[in-house]
């Protein structure tokens, strides 16, 4: 699940070229800013036209244990979780927040999505694996605030001129959720 | 807080008006500091208090921790396999002893002194002679401190602070049938699925307790995730028949205990086959509920395959029997703030397709991330919220199917049993 320093390493990504490395992490970089400006421009549905058909939207539960058991931080697949959703699941979320009476979300609450530490972990084929450290602000109501931070693993995969993601799986540093719900996108 | 009428219809908290078929709750039992050191007094120093289920410490020398009622407690096996649940509280000088979520180790030390303890509870480190008399522990002053009470009904385990408290089976009174209810939906036993989903909400412990089995909040705060299922091809076997007096009912099960049942409307792994879940699945499910009934009869066979039952026991535990099984338990941090742990349950040797169903209805409709919890805890809020007001607005009514002999689950009797429980044990803390 986490992908490790030797993955990387075995990886012919790290050898390639500088000026071809520093194109692509320039081309991942914009695409994963325009898409948290549509997420919190409130365009959902276009922030939606950029999830493969494929996709895995995944958050596992973490939970505090002892240095000799960090094996055990993170629940697996197949374990609970707080998201483990497929396309038409998230869907259905957009669906949900589009119906008016999705009460968590209306009034809309306000978010900013920071995207940073864009590290280039892995390129096989049309598929980048892009790990950022992502926090996340959000408002609601008269002076609601949220903050999540934490990382999260996603695979972009090539499409046209731009991507799709094809996968992601959010690891909050957080084991107690702090807020209220998770009606934001991560 | 008028604290000296105490008694039915002269609380200053709770006014049942059985001609009128009125029942109403004072908001300020929602606000005060004082109620909450009441309860905490009356209520969680005295109830039995859900610790955990047995399948979360399934080995020898398993552990983990937990806040319980106030409390930091080890729920753990030793290295016999027997069940303990002990004050993680270090007996020297009061550090934590474990500070993990959980484990599986032969003992505890704590970091501070270096004590060490078996994982029976025994301390176990050996002194240099001349530090401590030689009797020093003769009366397990050095020891882990255990719950005073620790009982088991069907594999979830509770503990009581109040060494004179009535036995688990008597206080569970006619909520053991229910729970047995879940626990025999399986022939090897039922188990958590790993993890704790943990969360907070800004809200008085007792809103999430009412929402938790109010069947007339269905329709309007989760229009939403109807319409998803109405939506959805094949996800509904029926509408929702929450307001069909023969066909569903709320249930004051004794001591503060009490539930709602109705038929599911949606797929039940065990055990209601929806169409959404293919056909082989079918044979499987239906292969499921005919096993119920041969086991159990036609009856009750049939009601553990297609009701739907939400259960609260008295304070703080929450076994909802629904598209999934929900275990969700929570404890007041302040009047206005909650925490709560919640975990689903599932037969230990279910289908690996049936358990995907079984965990994708579960994340679909609770937690901090499903469709229905977040709307839930929004309206939860909004009344911790607005009871700024009550000191002109005084008053929750609970009145609902009142006039009816047999309540609907969307009434709300369940709920008033529950106030009475809670109204008769606080009364017990004010009256000389």
């Known amino acids: 699940m986490e992908q490790t320093v030797e993955a990387a390493k075995a990886d012919s990504w790290p050898a390639t070229p500088i000026p071809e490395r520093m194109a692509l992490q320039y081309e991942v970089e914009q695409f994963l800013y325009a898409e948290a400006a549509l997420l919190d421009g409130r365009k959902f549905r276009d922030w939606y036209a950029l999830l493969a058909s494929d996709i895995h939207y995944w958050m596992p539960i973490r939970r505090t244990v002892t240095s000799d058991n960090l094996d055990m931080e993170f629940t697996q697949p197949g374990d609970m979780a707080y998201f483990d959703d497929d396309l038409t699941i998230l869907d259905m979320r957009l669906k949900k927040q589009e119906a008016g009476s999705s009460w968590a979300e209306e009034p809309p609450s306000r978010s900013r999505h920071f995207v940073g530490n864009v590290r280039i972990l892995k390129v096989a084929g049309d598929e980048v694996t892009v790990e950022v450290a992502f926090y996340i602000y959000r408002s609601r109501l008269n002076s609601d605030v949220d903050t999540w931070v934490g990382r999260r693993e996603d695979v972009l995969r090539r499409h046209g001129d731009s991507f799709q993601i094809a996968r992601r799986h959010i690891f909050l540093d957080q084991t107690v959720i702090q807020s209220a719900n998770f009606s934001t996108f991560f | ?432």
């Not at chain 2, 279910?350 to 977040?374: H, I, K, S, V």
């Open chain 2, 1 to 432: 807080m008028a604290g000296q009428a105490v008694g039915r219809g002269a609380s200053p908290w709770v006014r049942e008006d059985g001609a009128q078929h009125t029942f109403r709750v004072a908001r300020d039992a929602f606000t005060q500091d004082s109620i909450l050191s009441l309860e905490r007094e009356n209520i969680f120093d005295r109830c039995w208090i859900y610790v955990g289920h047995e399948s979360e410490i399934p080995e020898r020398n398993d552990y983990l921790t937990r806040q319980v009622a106030g409390r930091e407690l080890i729920f753990n096996r030793d290295r016999g396999g027997a069940v303990h649940a002990f004050l993680n509280i270090c007996p020297h000088r009061g550090a934590m002893v474990a500070r993990e979520k959980k484990g599986n180790a032969l003992g505890f030390q704590c970091f501070y002194h270096g004590w060490a303890f078996n994982n029976n509870g025994r301390f176990a480190t050996q002194i240099a002679e001349g530090n401590y008399p030689p009797d020093f522990n003769a009366q397990g002053c050095a020891n882990l401190t255990e719950v005073p009470r620790l009982e088991s009904h069907r594999g979830f385990w509770f503990v009581n602070f109040d060494r004179n408290a009535c036995g688990l089976i008597e206080y569970l009174a006619d909520a053991a049938a229910i729970i047995d209810l879940v626990a025999d939906q399986s022939e090897v036993g039922m188990e958590i699925v790993g993890g704790t989903q943990e969360y907070g909400v800004q809200a008085n412990w007792k809103l999430l307790l009412e929402n938790s089995f109010d069947g007339y909040h269905a329709i309007t705060t989760h229009a939403t995730y109807f319409d998803y299922l109405a939506n959805t091809a094949g996800s509904m076997t029926q509408p929702l028949l929450l307001g069909d007096n023969n066909r569903s009912r709320g249930v004051d099960l004794g001591n503060g205990h009490g539930m709602v049942e109705y038929p599911a409307p949606w797929g039940r792994p065990v055990a209601q086959w929806i169409k959404a879940w293919g056909e082989d699945a079918k044979a499987e499910v239906e292969a499921k509920e005919r096993r119920l009934v041969e086991l159990f009869g036609p009856e009750r066979g049939h009601r553990m395959a297609r009701l739907n039952r939400n259960m609260v026991i008295f304070p703080n535990l929450v076994i909802n029997d629904i598209m999934a099984i929900t275990v969700r338990t929570f404890y007041p941090t302040t009047p206005g703030q909650l925490a709560v742990n919640a975990w689903t349950l599932a037969p230990k040797n279910e289908a690996a397709e049936m358990r995907r169903w079984r965990l994708y209805n579960f994340l679909e409709f609770l937690g901090p991330g499903g469709f229905a919890t977040p709307d839930d805890v929004e309206a939860l809020e909004s009344c911790q919220r607005a009871y700024c007001n009550s000191r002109e607005a005084g008053w929750n009514d609970i009145s609902k199917g009142m006039m009816k002999s047999s309540p609907a689950a969307d009434d709300e009797a369940q709920m008033r049993s529950f106030w009475r429980e809670w109204d008769r044990r606080l009364g017990a803390g004010v009256a000389p």
